[in-house]
T-cell receptor, first 110, second 112 residues
Framework: DTEVTQTPKHLVMGMTNKKSLKCEQH?????MYWYKQKAKKPPELMFV???????INESVPSRFSPECPNSSLLNLHLHALQPEDSALYLC?????????FGPGTRLLVL | EDKVVQSPLSLVVHEGDTVTLNCSYE??????LLWYKQEKKAPTFLFML????IEKKSGRLSSILDKKELFSILNITATQTGDSAVYLC????????????FGQGTILTVHP
């Protein structure tokens, strides 16, 4: 089983809202990732968690706040986003170098 | 800085055609190269290649790596409309574990 699940599938939020994206994997993978993907572009890495600790932050603005409550869950807290943050947000997990992606959350910021 | 370049950027074919997608890379401490297929949403894993000259095969898809010339190809034979997707090549970071460097992707469109 190589399933990564994400909720919600779609999210519309205003610039003053606070929302969270959730990601879950039950494969026992040690690393989890958040990516942002704009139309017609490849995924762009935001954060990497390894053994529940943040190991890479790709200079992401503080309006994005990741959280890893346990080895199966990864959250991305969103606050005061801008319209240019509208994108597909992908979660992935891996045990080795092969990353398995979830279906993504399509976010629209108005 | 790690770099991955894919070609062509887009390709339009008819069902039954055979296509070859290219991926060249420059990365410090190369370990592996990954191919993904992305339709509407999540990239789905196709192949991981680590050794030169050994073909990986899954149905009508196959891929091979050339570590001397620093490239990989993905072949799709007898294409079907369901093969229409973006094909992404990615290389794990040489110095940053967990960081995948992606190519720009090849958009494949298969017409009936």
């Amino acid at each position: 089983d190589t399933e990564v699940t994400q909720t919600p599938k779609h999210l519309v939020m205003g610039m003053t809202n606070k929302k969270s994206l959730k990601c879950e994997q039950h494969m026992g993978h040690r690393a989890m990732y958040w990516y942002k993907q704009k139309a017609k572009k490849p995924p762009e890495l935001m954060f990497v968690y390894s053994y529940e600790k943040l190991s890479i932050n790709e200079s992401v603005p503080s309006r994005f706040s990741p959280e890893c409550p346990n080895s199966s869950l990864l959250n991305l807290h969103l606050h005061a986003l801008q319209p240019e943050d509208s994108a597909l947000y992908l979660c992935a997990s891996s045990q080795t170098e092969t990353q398995y992606f979830g279906p993504g959350t399509r976010l629209l910021v108005l | 800085e790690d770099k991955v370049v894919q070609s062509p950027l887009s390709l339009v074919v008819h069902e039954g055609d055979t296509v070859t997608l290219n991926c060249s890379y420059e990365v410090t401490n190369f370990r592996s190269l990954l191919w993904y297929k992305q339709e509407k949403k999540a990239p789905t894993f196709l192949f991981m290649l680590t050794s030169s000259g050994i073909e990986k095969k899954s149905g009508r898809l196959s891929s091979i790596l050339d570590k001397k010339e620093l490239f990989s190809i993905l072949n799709i034979t007898a294409t079907q409309t369901g093969d229409s997707a973006v094909y992404l090549c990615a290389v794990p970071g040489g110095t940053s574990y967990g960081k995948l460097t992606f190519g720009q992707g090849t958009i494949l469109t298969v017409h009936p």
